[in-house]
């Protein structure tokens, strides 16, 4: 392998890390959102549940009545 070959794959390998340097930058962000996202769903939900789960504690009073 001659110097220029050395040095063409040196370079080659430069642009390769900051290539997945940036990728994994992305995907870290990525992953920050999707956390983000799952709070928000998973408040969403337990939401949800507490209304339906009061929705049927009156409809059984209501029965009772």
Same mark, same amino acid.
Request: hydrophobic residues 40%.
């Given at each position: 392998?001659?110097?220029?070959?050395?040095?063409?794959?040196?370079?080659?390998?430069?642009?390769?890390?900051?290539?997945?340097?940036?990728? %994994?930058?992305?995907?870290?962000?990525?992953?920050?959102?999707?956390?983000?996202?799952?709070?928000?769903?998973?408040?969403?939900?337990?939401?949800?549940? %507490?209304?339906?789960?009061?929705?049927?504690?009156?409809?059984?009073?209501?029965?009772?009545?």
């Amino acid at each position: 392998m001659t110097i220029e070959q050395l040095e063409q794959r040196i370079n080659e390998l430069i642009k390769l890390c900051d290539h997945l340097k940036a990728e %994994n930058q992305a995907l870290r962000n990525q992953i920050t959102e999707l956390d983000s996202e799952q709070t928000r769903l998973i408040r969403l939900t337990e939401l949800a549940r %507490n209304r339906i789960e009061d929705m049927i504690m009156r409809l059984k009073s209501m029965e009772q009545a």
